[in-house]
């Protein structure tokens, strides 16, 4: 069984009306609707009498339990546990970016501040490589850049399919860099999650959505049943729409968009 590593490709989500483990629940039945299966292997740490007030999610190092899980109602189970907090679901047949790799479902990272009046992302993680080596100058970049290509399709295929179900907030793609939540952002709206992202129209309000469709002119802009997705990655959108990043304003329009989201909440 083959887990990510490298570059991790990250579909995050931000749920604010559940609970962490309802949220995460909700993505894994999500990924079992769109193919996937359990691997029967989940993990998690023991909890002690300090964090029972408010939920904090353990770093992936702290994952010093393993727990079986091969059905929902066994990962329910483990989520109803007040002694182990399930940190992360690995499950095969999910990932549409590496053929026989394991993708790993978990909480997305959230301060110890913010999680006491806020609720952490939720998060797939898979392989991303083929996305930084598509943009390498090597030899063989042409035929990473194809491959990436087919993969960034499949990504923004399986993240609109998880929004159609789940209904979240917001949500993204991102490589190597976590969702904020808006707790978060309050505190530092600076983020590189809002490129490839969607927004919902009921969490963010009509005219806010009109805002970002109009700040983002130029990149891809997609109406969805809930909301707006907006794509800067040619990867990450049908029509292969591609802004440079570093320059303005595209270098500032994903702290703009935190910003936004933060005051928002």
């Known amino acids: 069984m083959k ?6 490709l990250q579909l995050s989500f931000y749920l604010p ?10 993505l894994v039945k999500a990924l079992l609707e769109c193919g996937a299966n359990f691997s029967g292997i989940a993990r998690g740490c023991t909890l002690n009498m300090e964090e029972s007030g408010y939920f904090i999610p353990k770093a992936r190092i702290y994952r010093e339990k393993q727990l079986h899980v091969s059905n929902f109602q066994e990962l329910q189970s483990w989520l109803d546990s007040e002694e182990i907090r399930v940190l992360e679901v690995l499950m095969t047949n999910a990932s549409d970016t590496t053929k026989d790799e394991c993708v790993i479902v978990t909480y997305g990272s959230i301060s110890d501040q913010a999680a006491r009046h806020d609720t952490p992302t939720v998060s797939v993680l898979s392989m991303g490589d083929i996305f930084s080596l598509a943009r390498l100058p090597i030899s063989d970049s042409k035929k990473y850049a194809i491959k990436a290509k087919q993969a960034g399709k499949r990504t923004y ?13 917001y949500g993204s793609i991102t490589i190597e860099w976590p969702l904020e939540v808006p707790a978060d952002l309050k505190n530092d709206p600076r983020s590189l999650a809002f490129r490839d992202f969607y927004i919902s129209e009921s969490f963010m309000g009509a005219n806010t959505v009109t805002l970002l469709r109009n700040l983002f002119k130029g990149a891809y802009i997609e109406e969805m ?7 800067c990655t040619r990867e990450f959108n049908p029509e292969g729409i591609e802004v ?3 320059v303005s304003p595209w270098n500032t329009l994903s702290t703009q968009v935190g910003k936004i989201i933060a005051n928002a909440a």
């Open 3 to 8: 887990e990510p590593k490298g570059d991790l």
């Open 17 to 26: 009306n559940q609970t962490p483990e309802i949220a995460l629940n909700m």
């Open 157 to 169: 295929i399986r993240l609109k399919s998880i929004i159609e179900i789940i209904n979240p907030a």
């Open 225 to 231: 049943s809930h909301g707006l997705y907006i794509s």
């Open 244 to 246: 440079d990043k570093k």
